[in-house]
Nanobody
Framework: EVQLVESGGGSVQAGGSLKLSCVSS?????MGWFRQVQGKAREAVAA???????GYADSVKGRFTISRDNAKNTLYLQMNRLSPEDTGLYYC??????????????????WGQGTQVIVSS
């Protein structure tokens, strides 16, 4: 069974950057990042299929970049120009398919424990 371990969260000021990492035991499926703000539903942030296709939530386009290093079994999320609205618990997830990445929780099968991102104004 695939296990996912996130790291890289922390506290930054608005305008700053963070890079999240997610180490897996190896996956050929779509991998994605989600975030959850307390009191709100978890939302998809970015995802990348095994063939390289990537997609982003409108709120992070142009600021976040998802990438994966298959040799290292690691998924990354580079987050630039962070704002307080980006604060949340960020989860790494493995999808159910190789080439298709959905945006809903049910499109993903394995989840990490999450890493906290706090952006102060």
């Amino acid at each position: 069974e695939v296990q996912l371990v996130e790291s890289g969260g922390g506290s930054v000021q608005a305008g700053g950057s963070l890079k999240l990492s997610c180490v897996s035991s190896g996956s050929r499926y779509c991998m994605g990042w989600f975030r959850q703000v307390q009191g709100k539903a978890r939302e998809a942030v970015a995802a990348m299929a095994s063939g390289g296709w990537s997609g982003y939530a409108d709120s992070v386009k142009g600021r976040f970049t998802i990438s994966r290093d298959n040799a290292k079994n690691t998924l990354y999320l580079q987050m630039n120009r962070l704002s307080p609205e980006d604060t949340g618990l960020y989860y790494c997830a493995e999808g159910r398919y190789e080439a298709y990445c959905g945006r809903e929780d049910e499109d993903f099968e394995v989840w990490g424990q999450g890493t906290q991102v706090i952006v102060s104004s």
